[in-house]
Nanobody
Framework: QVRLVESGGGLVQAGGSLRVSCAAS????????AGWFRRAPGKEREFVAA????????YYADSVKGRFTISRDNAKNTVYLQMNSLKPEDTAVYYC??????????????????????WGQGTQVTVST
């Protein structure tokens, strides 16, 4: 059974930093591409960042580019999202997502929620003014 579990969310002041993690189990993690999405109160889920299964390719939403960094450690079956220079508008529940990508050369990333088969339960990130 595939399971994605996020952790590391919390309350931080504007301008601060936070790192959220996503631990995967029940799958061959190195064959899965991953992504982070978020849902703010009253808003739709939106794409944040994506990483290829090899880790060599990444992509970011314009709203977080230059502030957030996605990375992965395949030996630990974990994907990370380092968030710096946080703003109140970053407040949201952050979700980790994964999809099998065994057929590719390992450099593909995915930015649409329907491209992902597996989701975590989410972790709350709150940025105060």
């Amino acid at each position: 059974q595939v399971r994605l579990v996020e952790s590391g969310g919390g309350l931080v002041q504007a301008g601060g930093s936070l790192r959220v993690s996503c631990a995967a189990s029940g799958l061959a993690f190195s064959t899965y591409a991953a992504g982070w999405f978020r849902r703010a109160p009253g808003k739709e889920r939106e794409f944040v960042a994506a990483i290829s299964r090899s880790g060599t390719s990444t992509y970011y939403a314009d709203s977080v580019k230059g502030r957030f960094t996605i990375s992965r450690d395949n030996a630990k079956n974990t994907v990370y999202l380092q968030m710096n220079s946080l703003k109140p508008e970053d407040t949201a529940v952050y979700y980790c997502a994964g999809r099998s990508d065994a057929s590719s050369i390992g450099n593909d990333y995915y930015t649409r929620h329907y491209e992902y088969a597996y989701w975590g339960q989410g972790t709350q990130v709150t940025v105060s003014t």
